[in-house]
Antibody, heavy 123, light 108 residues
Framework: QVLLQESGPGLVKPSQTLSLTCTVSGASVSSGLYYWSWIRHLPGKGLEWIGYIYYSGYTYYNPSLRSPVTISLDTSQNQFSLRLSSVTAADTAVYYC???????????????WGQGTLVTVSS | IVLTQSPGTLSLSPGETATLSCRASQSVSSSYLAWYQQKPGQAPRLLIYGASTRATGIPDRFSGSGFGTDFSLTISRLEPEDFAVYFCQQYGDSSQYTFGQGTKLEIK
């Protein structure tokens, strides 16, 4: 059974860095079989894909994001992380980590998700 | 590509059939349309990918269909545990992933 769990501060001050970690069990982030994503649900709006990472460290981010984003891996802990710099109130959201699934060899969907963690950006 | 789901809320009784719609602003490859279920406080669960392929462990009461810009999720013989929020998602050019705003399926 694949499980993902997000962790990190629930409150971040404006202009600071939002940092979250996703701990994975039941699958290995270093296996090379899967890509790993971060997604957020903005209040009153829909879900927004943030970016993904591969075991090699290759990353790809949503170009429409306003705040600088970094996704990284910690293979020793079987975790991957999200860093969002210079946050504003507009970055307040429920943040999810997820594993990506393939269709016809392309990364097309998200087959396992964490429960999500609410991060509020406020002074 | 913008995905618009309708209705926003659907009120039905157990045993009935639910039909949820997901309309895209541009044509979407059928291979790239997925549906998810989310209950309060729980992780979203993948139901359907490739527009019509059920994910592992998903009962056959759940079925997906459609092509082009119009897709639907049908849930037959509604069970009490089916009442949740459902959202669609598409994969587009340049590795862009977008989601619909969701349909809440509530007990009538």
């Amino acid at each position: 059974q694949v499980l993902l769990q997000e962790s990190g501060p629930g409150l971040v001050k404006p202009s600071q860095t939002l940092s979250l970690t996703c701990t994975v069990s039941g699958a290995s982030v270093s296996s090379g079989l899967y890509y790993w994503s971060w997604i957020r649900h903005l209040p009153g709006k829909g879900l927004e894909w943030i970016g993904y990472i591969y075991y090699s460290g290759y990353t790809y981010y949503n170009p429409s994001l306003r705040s600088p984003v970094t996704i990284s891996l910690d293979t020793s802990q079987n975790q991957f992380s999200l860093r969002l710099s210079s946050v504003t109130a507009a970055d307040t959201a429920v943040y999810y980590c997820a594993r990506m699934g393939y269709t016809n060899g392309l990364l097309t969907h998200f087959d396992y998700w964490g429960q999500g963690t609410l991060v509020t950006v406020s002074s | 590509i913008v995905l618009t789901q309708s209705p926003g809320t659907l009120s039905l009784s157990p045993g009935e059939t639910a039909t949820l719609s997901c309309r895209a602003s541009q044509s979407v490859s059928s291979s790239y349309l997925a549906w998810y279920q989310q209950k309060p406080g729980q992780a979203p669960r993948l139901l359907i990918y490739g527009a019509s392929t059920r994910a592992t462990g998903i009962p056959d009461r759940f079925s997906g269909s459609g092509f082009g810009t119009d897709f639907s999720l049908t849930i037959s013989r509604l069970e009490p545990e089916d009442f949740a929020v459902y959202f669609c998602q598409q994969y587009g050019d340049s590795s862009q992933y977008t989601f619909g705003q969701g349909t809440k399926l509530e007990i009538k």
